[in-house]
């Protein structure tokens, strides 16, 4: 079992920047990539950004150039920066972590961006 829980989030005005965190706790040595998804009202859950054990990273490409993804294994935590924000990217953005045999979610923080 992982336990995740994102910290971050809040309103920014366009242009602005926010600094998502997820911590993980639990069994923490089954988890192989981590990730954030996005959910905007009315849309479908969709991924933004992850990253793998080793560091490799992929990024959606409406983000890229503004948003990066770290990971901190000796914390059990994974970040991500947002700059140059969007109206666009407000959404509730979700961490993830894949294993082997599940996919476990966050509860999800709240990211509103103000034109």
């Known amino acids: 079992q992982v336990r995740l829980v994102e910290s971050g989030g809040g309103l920014v005005q366009a242009g602005g920047s926010l600094r998502l965190s997820c911590a993980a706790s639990g069994s923490i040595f089954s988890i192989n990539g981590m990730g954030w998804y996005r959910q905007a009202p009315g849309a479908q859950r969709e991924l933004v950004a992850r990253?793998?054990?080793?560091?490799?990273?992929n990024y959606a490409e409406s983000v890229k150039g503004r948003f990066t993804i770290s990971r901190d294994n000796a914390k059990n935590t994974v970040y991500l920066q947002m700059n140059s924000l969007k109206p666009e990217d407000t959404a509730v953005y979700y961490c993830?972590?894949?294993?082997?045999?599940?996919?476990?979610w966050g509860k999800g923080t709240l990211v509103t961006v103000s034109s």
């Open positions: 990253i793998t054990r080793e560091g490799t990273t």
């Open positions: 993830n972590a894949d294993t082997v045999r599940l996919d476990y």
